[in-house]
C-alpha cells in the first residue's frame, strides 16, 4: 500500500487496457523459490482461471526441480507449460563456440527465453496478457532491463512490492503451505537452476559444487575442457593476476582446491551430461 497523508491507497498498477478478467497472467515459473511465491501472489489477486505457469527446461535441471514444480502446480491447480529447445547449455556452447560466463550467456538466451518468447507469441496477446518475474526487492536493479527484454509484454515483479520477503520467509512460506521446498536451497545453492552448474556462478559456488556434488563439477570440468580442445583457452571463470584477466578452467580451480586432499574428483561422469 502506498500512503497519503490522510487515506492508505492500492499502489496503482500499470495494466493493459482491458478489464482484469479478460488479462492473461503468465509466470515465468523457473522453479526457483521466488516463482513460486509469486505465482502465489498472483493467485491470491486475481484467482487461478487465467493462471499460466511457463517454465523453460534447459534439459539440465535437478530432477527435484520438476518434482517442484509438478507439486507447486498440483497445489495452484494449474496445469504448467513446460516448453524446451532440446539442447543443454554445453550443447549450446558447443553450437555457438562459445562457452557462457557471468556476463554472456547464450544458454539462458536460448534455452530459456527464446521457447517463452515463441510460447506468448503463439499464445498471449500483449494487449491482454502480463507477465511476472519472480525476482524480488533485493535483485531489484535488473527490473528496467528485464522490462525493456520481454516487450511487447508488460512485466510486473509481484516480489518487488511489499511486503518483502526473505528467501528464507518464502521457503517457509512454502513448508506451511504443505509443498517440499527445493532442494537445492537446502543443499546450500542460492539459485535453483541448472542443478547447481550455472556459468553464471561465481568461483564460491563451483567450489561448493564441487564440495557436495563432485560428479557434477567433474561433468562440468569434462565439458569444459571438451570445448578448450577445440576453441583454446577460454573458461567459465575467470581470475585476475597482477592485474591481468584470464581464463580460470574448472581444472585448475579443482586442482587448487583439492591440492591437498586425496584422491581427486576427475571429469568421469562427462559423458552422462552431454545427453542430459
Ligand atoms: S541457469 Fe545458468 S547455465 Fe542454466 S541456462 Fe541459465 S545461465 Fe545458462
Redesign the pocket.
Known sequence: MAMTASHPQPTPTALPGPPTDELLHVVQFSGGIGSWATAMRIKAEYGTDRLVLLAAD?K?EDPDLWRFVGDAAAHLGVTPVIVADGRT?WQVFADQRFI?NSRI?P??RI??QKPCRDWLTANADPATTILYVGIDWSEQLRTPGIERGWKPWAVRFPMCEPPDLTKAQMLDWARAEGIEPPRAYANGFAHN??FG????AGQQQWRHLLQVAPERFAAAEAEEEHLRDELGDVAILRERRNGVSRPLPLRELRRRATANAAPEHGPSAAAANRSA
Open positions: 534447459t539440465a547449455p557462457g550467456a544458454c539462458s534455452l530459456k537452476n541448472c552448474a550455472c556459468v553464471r
